[in-house]
Nanobody, 123 residues
Framework: QVQLVESGGGVVQVGDSLRLSCAAS????????MGWFRQAPGKDREFVGA????????NYADSVKGRFTISRDGVKNTWYLQMNSLKPEDTAVYYC????????????????WGQGTQVTVSS
């Protein structure tokens, strides 16, 4: 079992930056891919981005490409979502997620979820 805990959410202004963290514990050795999803009020949860544990593969939603970057710290079993040029439509609860097989499988159906952290972009 893998436990994921997000941190770093908050209220920011349009154009600001924010970095979210996701700390993994438990059977972290089985994590192959790690990533982020988000859910805005009244909308379905959507994929944001993912990275392979090796760092060799990344994938991002079109809506965040060029603004968001995922990175990971293998020693700390932590991954990050750096969000720049934030927009009001980025307002959502952000969830970190993990999968034992691939970035693609994480995007389709994560195995592990965090509890979520709220990001609010105010205009």
């Amino acid at each position: 079992q893998v436990q994921l805990v997000e941190s770093g959410g908050g209220v920011v202004q349009v154009g600001d930056s924010l970095r979210l963290s996701c700390a993994a514990s438990g059977r972290t050795s089985r994590i192959y891919a790690m990533g982020w999803f988000r859910q805005a009020p009244g909308k379905d949860r959507e994929f944001v981005g993912a990275i392979a544990r090796s760092g060799g593969t990344t994938n991002y939603a079109d809506s965040v490409k060029g603004r968001f970057t995922i990175s990971r710290d293998g020693v700390k079993n932590t991954w990050y979502l750096q969000m720049n040029s934030l927009k009001p439509e980025d307002t959502a609860v952000y969830y970190c997620a993990a999968h034992s097989s691939s970035v693609l499988f994480l995007q389709l159906s994560p195995e592990d979820w965090g509890q979520g952290t709220q990001v609010t972009v105010s205009s």
